[in-house]
């Protein structure tokens, strides 16, 4: 343990593997299988220790010590001003019963007071002693405060009294239990340092107080502390510290842990194992997710439906569909069948990669398979037909429905409501939404947000209000959505006052000044694009990409050409990153102010600086040139905008 006394761990991740996994699975299941551990997911990111001594830290953590005076006197160390009780007990005994009770009654500054006059008696106060004091006065609830951690550090660096494995104990445990994890961190360094090694429980108590806490990074120092220690973390810790790094995105660290425990020989089953899946599959790394699969299937635990339910998610996501369609055959080979998440999965992408036909087999499929649709299932193909305006399909798909047993619920009444919308047909949406309301179908926000889309769609914003106000006044919540809706509804009517009084009554984000941003820009407003500017500013609202294209726009439009690129090198170099729209924009905004020779440098830039210019960039810069009957041909950026 001597190469670990005075480091801690903290963590790197690197770059994405070099060499690609091979695409067909039955390739995989012949390929030999190495070591969990010598198949990272990433070649050099697999999370790593790196140590760094902790005595640097003292000063940093705890400024206050730089004030301490040399002696060790607790007294000197908690002396702030006042009178304390000086009574002067007749014997240790006693003494050590007083230090106690003030402990236990919460007053440490007595308790210290009493601790310190024991050095009336040769080879007194003991670190035992110490420790009494510090056990009292958590055991009463007291709470680790800075005065006892200041106390501890003092008396660390102290050789009057060295602290015991038991001291060290204390200190983690209090500094713990009041989330000091980092404080906590520097003590268990000096507990190296001093020779003594934490207990499991220790360490154990400690890594679920920060998975509690969601402080995940001090979750993954507390476990490769373990894995110094050569200690296992329970079940329920590992399974809920690997949960939360694959919902946080965390997949690199999640996968880290996951290894570690399985290096050594540590396999708490499924459990622990689908998010890691999961985690992998959405964040399209399937083929790995697959080596891990199989790797744990050659082991000979048995892996259930929703392990084989993510690669189908990760193949149908990555557009793989023979390989989703082989694996669940494997799925049933293996004496499983299908769940209602896996043909859920499958519909959902089908329906997201236009391919609604096959959906549209899947209920009756699931019918015979023994496994009944649910209305989740029908609200997702109902949503794509509703894209697709396809009334016919829909209604029989509805009657289907509620031959089944089923009810429409809210999600249905909003995906057909707007498919309906999304499709053009406003009048048919309105008719629809109403009789869905008066017949007493459950409602939404989501649902009364289409309604307002309508009713903004058709210039009745000033109707929208008023039936947001009612509903607010019925005690239904409007979303932002909600407002955002209503205010670029103002916004296209031309009703700026109307605007400006609806965005004081609740509390607008940046779409809600983007939505009057964009209107002012266009109508190259100084005076209200100055205005949502300065009260953006004043509210704590960070401009994102949409704000700036706006800003391009209206730059543009009032002539102020060299602002306008000043603002394009601002976002190539500090973001937010500007976007295709923001680039065509730009270039159409340019050429049309008769800067076309300034646009063609632009795009240059652009082009150089990592973007790809789609079909409607070179529209916009082969219409400028042919109106002077010249042809567009991209040059060589020419450094600087001349």
């Given at each position: 343990?001597?190469?670990?006394?005075?480091?801690?761990?903290?963590?790197?991740?690197?770059?994405?593997?070099?060499?690609?996994?091979?695409?067909?699975?039955?390739?995989?299941?012949?390929?030999?299988?190495?070591?969990?551990?010598?198949?990272?997911?990433?070649?050099?990111?697999?999370?790593?220790?790196?140590?760094?001594?902790?005595?640097?830290?003292?000063?940093?953590?705890?400024?206050k010590l730089a004030s301490f005076s040399s002696s060790s006197c607790a007294l000197q160390t908690i002396d702030g001003g006042g009178e304390v009780e000086s009574t002067v007990s007749s014997s240790y005994d006693d003494l050590q019963r007083g230090m106690r009770g003030h402990a236990a009654s919460g007053d440490l500054r007595q308790?210290?007071?009493?601790?310190?006059?024991?050095?009336?008696?040769?080879?007194?106060?003991?670190?035992?002693?110490?420790?009494?004091?510090?056990?009292?006065?958590?055991?009463?609830?007291?709470?680790?405060?800075?005065?006892?951690?200041?106390?501890?550090?003092r008396m660390m660096e102290s050789s009057e009294i060295a602290p015991n494995a038991i001291t060290f104990n204390l200190i983690v445990n209090g500094l713990v239990a009041v989330g000091n994890f980092r404080a906590a961190f520097f003590v268990l360094g000096q507990m190296f340092t001093s020779g003594f090694l934490p207990s499991f429980t220790l360490l154990s108590r400690w890594l679920k107080k920060c998975i509690e806490s969601n402080s995940l990074t001090d979750s993954l120092g507390v476990f490769d502390v373990m894995l110094m220690m050569d200690y296992v973390p329970t079940e329920p810790s590992v399974n809920m510290l690997i949960c939360m790094l694959s919902k946080n995105g965390m997949v690199k660290a999640a996968y880290y842990v996951f290894s570690s425990l399985l290096a050594k020989g540590c396999f708490f089953g499924v459990y622990t194992l689908n998010p890691i899946l999961w985690a992998l599959c959405k964040s399209g790394k399937t083929y790995t997710a697959l080596q891990l699969f199989y790797l744990i299937k050659k082991t000979g635990l048995g892996l259930y439906v929703c392990s084989y339910t993510a690669l189908v998610y990760g193949f149908c996501k990555e557009g793989l569909w023979e390989d989703a369609w082989w694996f669940v055959d494997e799925m049933q080979d293996s004496g499983l069948k299908p769940s209602l998440v896996t043909y859920t999965v499958l519909v959902k992408f089908l329906c997201v990669n236009g391919r609604v036909e096959e959906a549209l087999r899947y209920p009756s499929l699931m019918e015979t398979e023994g496994c009944s649709p649910d209305l989740l299932v029908y609200n997702i193909i109902l949503q794509e037909l509703s894209h697709l305006d396809r009334v016919f399909d829909i209604t029989v798909l509805l009657d289907m429905i509620v031959s089944k047993g089923y009810s429409p619920d809210a999600y249905t009444v909003a995906v057909l409501g707007g498919g309906l919308l999304k499709a053009g047909r406003v009048g048919d949406c309105v008719g629809f939404l109403l009789d869905t309301i008066s017949e007493g179908y459950p409602i939404d926000v989501a649902v009364y947000n289409i309604y307002l889309q309508c009713l903004c769609s058709q210039s009745r914003t000033?109707?929208?209000l008023y039936l947001l106000e009612r509903m607010t006044g019925a005690g239904f919540n409007p979303s932002n959505v909600s407002y955002n809706i209503i205010l670029n509804g103002f916004c296209r009517e031309n009703k700026f006052s109307k605007a400006v009084?609806?965005?004081?009554?609740?509390?607008?984000?940046?779409?809600?000044?983007?939505?009057?941003?964009?209107?002012?820009?266009?109508?190259?407003?100084?005076?209200?694009?100055?205005?949502?500017?300065?009260?953006?500013?004043?509210?704590?609202?960070?401009?994102?990409?949409f704000t700036s294209t706006c800003l391009?726009?209206?730059?543009?439009?009032?002539?102020?050409?060299?602002?306008?690129?000043k603002l394009l090198d601002n976002l190539l170099?500090?973001?937010?990153?500007?976007?295709i729209v923001t680039f065509n924009v730009a270039l159409h905004e340019l050429c049309n102010s008769g800067s076309r020779e300034i646009a063609s440098q632009v795009f240059e830039k652009f082009s150089n600086s990592g973007f790809l210019p789609n079909a409607a960039s070179y529209d916009i810069m082969s219409r400028a040139y042919a109106r002077t009957h010249a042809t567009f041909a991209p040059v060589s950026f020419v450094k600087g905008y001349g």
């Open positions: 343990m001597n190469a670990h006394c005075s480091s801690f761990c903290s963590y790197a991740h690197g770059s994405s593997p070099s060499s690609r996994a091979p695409r067909q699975p039955s390739g995989l299941k012949r390929q030999p299988f190495l070591l969990l551990a010598a198949m990272p997911l990433c070649s050099d990111s697999v999370i790593r220790f790196c140590r760094r001594g902790l005595r640097t830290y003292s000063s940093v953590i705890f400024p308790a210290l007071w009493t601790w310190n006059l024991m050095r009336n008696s040769p080879g007194k106060p003991t670190v035992n002693d110490f420790n009494a004091l510090v056990h009292s006065y958590l055991k009463c609830g007291n709470r680790f405060s800075d005065v006892l951690l200041e106390v501890c550090l000033t109707e929208a009084t609806l965005l004081n009554q609740f509390l607008p984000d940046v779409v809600s000044f983007n939505t009057i941003l964009s209107w002012a820009c266009r109508q190259r407003s100084s005076e209200i694009v100055e205005w949502i500017l300065c009260r953006m500013q004043n509210e704590g609202i960070t401009h994102d990409v391009i726009r209206y730059l543009c439009r009032v002539g102020k050409v060299s602002e306008c690129l170099l500090n973001g937010p990153k500007p976007t």
